[in-house]
Structures are given as structure tokens and as C-alpha cells.
């Protein structure tokens, strides 16, 4: 016993430290066994313990392939090659690959070509020589093909950031000559589809989806974009029967698969949406902070609440500005041509329309940050603004001017009506677009009129019969009159009024 307590004083203990080698091997054999997420986990870290290391960068790119995550792979494979090890020839090959997966095929031949130029019988020169012919760039036919659709691929992805940041008029602007010069480029169609729905023009919309679904018969973004217009235009029948047929697509691309499930998670669909952005997560998909907000969200509803704060926690690391709100505690989705953030509202006071104008500044006054908008270095600057819009700018900023307004009844009286209209179809789920550009078209041509407004809610009664009536989707006077708690007779006066000016 005294021996063995000496022997225990004596022993040393070594703290076990990985090493970057150790999650290597690690994330391999998690490779070997198919699990993507934990391969992904493991040579993260081993990246991060042994940044230089080119064989860890580049067995992580490997994984990231198989992940889908093609963009992610190649910019490993193209910090290997500048920063690593520019002798790593099989790296062109990967990065051929990616780009063929990606449709980028002309990128893709130029790099196949590049490694069999280094290294002639490597390990994948029986594959890349495979990829060069099924690209088939020998021909001259098929090399100008192909350049055209590496060109459509990039106007794409052009289009997806002006839609992302609400320009949407110049993203109509490009999708429009793209499908003139392309009539079946089909993603082309869906983002312009998109694209019209935000603008407010829904009828547009839902005729290029149809248009998409006639000549494509069973293309998944247009089904799914078609739910989402639905959805906010709150036709619930042909809604359900939609997503009723979707709950049957199988789909085997991850990018279709996070479609799918974004759409049933927006829809309420959480069950359906859980299982599809689950099953993507478990394969190792690194998703946007849009996918991350749909799986938190379809996980805390189906009642897996630990993959919900997990997804909310890391959709706050990648975009702090968008975790101020859980999305389980977001019972309705907003209209998103609802929502005008800043740039949005800069854009819209240099609008070529009149009426767009005023809005723009409508909407700075039931914004939460005005005094952001008026700091801004874009805000248009003062002597550009019209007679109208300034006056107009004035009543919004009355209480810090503190000094008389022209036609300050007149203003008074169409923004309180603007306010009743906004916050009637704000409730309802109803674009405010459209209606508000109707009302401030009111606003322009009856402005020095000396029209007599002493009834607002009868004035927006009158604009919002009329906008039904226009868009086909009749109210009668009778049910306007009594939603408004105003008499019939009342509103058929204020209807003249209003018709005189919009004929």
C-alpha cells in the first residue's frame, strides 16, 4: 500500500490536446461513413488548429461538395491554390466540378483543362477528361451555348440581389430583356414573377407563373412561389389544394428540398416543413440565415424545441439585425410589399411617379426610424422636392416646424385618409401598394382644387370601393358603407367626388 501511494505521488499526468491532425482524421472517417455534418464539424476545427494545412482545406472542400454547398467548396480550393499551394493541381479538378454541378460550364471545361495541363495521368485525368467531353466545348456551337448560359447564370444571381435589397423596378427591368432574348430561361420567369408580386401588381405575377407551369409542367420554384402568392392574397381553397399536391413531390436537389420546406414553413405547413430543412441540416447543409429562420421556426411548432434555439442562435451569429424578434413569437407573416425598410423609401422619393413619391414619404411617417431616413447621405435633398411633396413633408414634420403650412387642411385630411386605408389593408393582409399610389394620385389632382374634405373615412370608404370595383373583386356600397359606419348615401357622394378626378 505505502509502495503503491508512492508510485501514485510520482506518476505525471499529460493533458490530452488535439491537434489538427486528430480532427482530421476524425472528420475523415465521419466522411467514410457518410456523415456529412459531423465530416463538415471535425475539419472545420482541424482548418482552424492548423490554418495552413492544404490537404485539411481541401478534404473540407471535398465535404462541402457532397453537401451541395459548391460555392463554399470552391472558395477553399481557390484559397489553397493563391495562399497554400499552387502546386496542388488536383484542386482544378474539384473546382471543374463544382462549377459543372453549378452550371458554369465553360469555367468548368477551362479548369478540367488546366489540371490535365499539370498533371496528365493524376489521379482524376480519366475523370476530368470525362468532363471535358460530356461539356463537349470542341464545338464551336456548343462553346458559344455554353458562354450564353454562364451569362444567364450570373444575370440570375444579379436579379436575386436586386429582388433581396427591393430594388425591384430594375430587377424587372433586367428580367424582362432576359426572357426576350431567352423565352425559355424559366428561373428567369420566377424571379420576375417575384419580382412584380413585391411591386404590387399580383395579376402580373400570377400570369408569368401560369405561363412558367404551362411550357414547364411541374417546375417547383413556380409551384412554390405560387403557394406563396396565395398565401398572401389569402386564398386559402386554392391554397390547400396546392400544398396538398406539393406534400407529394420528392424532390432530390438540396436546393429544391429547402424551397419545399421554406414554402410549407411560410404556409404553416410545419410538420412538412420540418422534415424537409431537418433532413438537409443532417446531410450538412449550411444554409442562408433565411434557412436557419425556417427551420427554428418549423422546429419550435412540431415541438423540437432544442433544434429551434440552436437554429436561432446560430441565425443570430450570421445576421445580428434579423434576431430581434424569435420567428415562433411572428403569428402572421407580414405582406412583404408591406414592408419598406430604408433604401426602399430612399428609392421611392426619386421615383419618376409623382404618386410614388408621396408615398415614400407616407411611409416615413409610420416608420419607427425617421430620423435615420432624414440622416441619410441619399436622402434627396430639399429644393428638389416639388410644391406637393414638400408641403406634404411639412405636415409630416409639423410638430418640430412649428410654423403655418399651406393647404394644411386639405394635407391634413388625405393623410389621415391614407392612415385609415393603410392600417384597413395592413390588417387584412392586403397589399398597401397599389391602393396608397391610387390615393396619392387623388392628393396630386385635387391639390389647390379647394375640394371640401370634411369626412376622411368617408373619403377612404369612396378609394377603397373604387380600387375593388377597378380590381374586379367588387364590394358592394352597402358592405363598405356599414365597415366604414358611414351611411350609403355618404359614400355615393364622396364617390363622385372622387371618380371626377380619377377618370
Known amino acids: 500500500m505505502k509502495d503503491s501511494k508512492a508510485q501514485f505521488k510520482r506518476a505525471k499526468i ?23 455534418n459531423k465530416a463538415k464539424k471535425y ?3 482541424a482548418l482552424e488548429l492548423e490554418p495552413d494545412e492544404a490537404m485539411i482545406a481541401c478534404q473540407l472542400a471535398i465535404v462541402h461538395t457532397e453537401a451541395g454547398e459548391y460555392t463554399d467548396s470552391n472558395k477553399l480550393l481557390f484559397m489553397i491554390l493563391s495562399d497554400l499551394d499552387d502546386k496542388m493541381s488536383e ?42 467531353q460530356l461539356i463537349g466545348l470542341d464545338e464551336d456551337e456548343n462553346f458559344d451555348s455554353l458562354v450564353e448560359q454562364d451569362e444567364l447564370i450570373d444575370k440570375l444571381e444579379t436579379s436575386r440581389v436586386l429582388l433581396e435589397s427591393g430594388d425591384f423596378k430594375e430587377a424587372i427591368r433586367m428580367l424582362e430583356a432576359a426572357v426576350e432574348d431567352y423565352p425559355e430561361f424559366w428561373p428567369a420567369y420566377n424571379n420576375l414573377a417575384l419580382a412584380y408580386f413585391y411591386e404590387g ?21 413556380a409551384l412554390c412561389n405560387l403557394a406563396v402568392f396565395l398565401y398572401y392574397e389569402k386564398e386559402t381553397e386554392q391554397l390547400s389544394e396546392l400544398l396538398a399536391a406539393l406534400d407529394k413531390v420528392q424532390p432530390m436537389l438540396f436546393e429544391h428540398r429547402y424551397k419545399l420546406g421554406a414554402t410549407f414553413a411560410l404556409t404553416g405547413k410545419y410538420e412538412q416543413a420540418y422534415f424537409w430543412l431537418r433532413q438537409i441540416q443532417k446531410y450538412g447543409y449550411d444554409g442562408d440565415p433565411g434557412f436557419y429562420y425556417w427551420l427554428a421556426k ?47 423609401i430612399l428609392k421611392m422619393l426619386r421615383s419618376e411617379l409623382f404618386e410614388e413619391r408621396l408615398y415614400g414619404i407616407f411611409l416615413i411617417s409610420v416608420t419607427d426610424h425617421m430620423q435615420d431616413i432624414f440622416s ?31 393647404e394644411e387642411d386639405y394635407v391634413a385630411l ?48 369612396a378609394a377603397e370601393y373604387i380600387y375593388f370595383k377597378q380590381s374586379h373583386n367588387k364590394k358592394t356600397q352597402k358592405q363598405v358603407a356599414e365597415e366604414y359606419g358611414i351611411s350609403e348615401a355618404t359614400l355615393r357622394k364622396y364617390i363622385k367626388i372622387v371618380e371626377k378626378y380619377w377618370e
Open 201 to 221: 401588381d399580383s395579376g402580373k405575377a400570377a400570369g408569368i407563373l401560369e405561363k412558367v407551369l404551362e411550357n414547364n409542367p411541374g417546375n417547383l420554384h
Open 414 to 461: 388625405i393623410h389621415e385618409a391614407a392612415v385609415i386605408l393603410y392600417e384597413r389593408f395592413n390588417e387584412a393582409g392586403l397589399n398597401t401598394h397599389n391602393i396608397l399610389l391610387q390615393w396619392f394620385s387623388f392628393f396630386i389632382l385635387g391639390l389647390g382644387e379647394s375640394i371640401s374634405i370634411a369626412n376622411p373615412d368617408a373619403f377612404a370608404a
Open 298 to 344: 418549423a422546429a419550435y411548432f412540431t415541438e423540437n424545441k432544442k433544434v429551434a434555439n440552436q437554429a436561432w442562435q446560430i441565425l443570430s451569429k450570421m445576421n445580428p439585425e434579423q434576431n430581434q424578434i424569435e420567428p415562433w413569437n411572428v403569428e402572421n407573416h407580414p405582406d412583404p410589399r408591406n414592408l419598406k425598410n430604408d433604401s426602399a
Open 91 to 132: 484542386c482544378h479538378y474539384f473546382i471543374a466540378n463544382n462549377f459543372a454541378h453549378l452550371g458554369m460550364f465553360t469555367d468548368a471545361y477551362k479548369h478540367a483543362q488546366l489540371y490535365l495541363e499539370q498533371d496528365q495521368i493524376g489521379e482524376f485525368s480519366v475523370e476530368a477528361e470525362e468532363l471535358m
Open 376 to 406: 441619410h447621405p441619399d436622402f434627396k435633398r430639399l429644393e428638389d422636392f416639388s410644391y406637393a411633396e414638400r408641403i406634404y413633408l411639412a405636415h409630416i414634420l409639423r410638430d418640430r416646424l412649428n410654423a403655418p403650412i399651406p
Open 43 to 45: 475539419l472545420k476545427r
Open 14 to 36: 499529460f493533458p490530452f490536446i488535439p491537434t489538427g491532425e486528430y480532427y482530421f482524421n476524425k472528420g475523415v472517417k465521419a466522411y467514410d461513413r457518410f456523415d456529412i
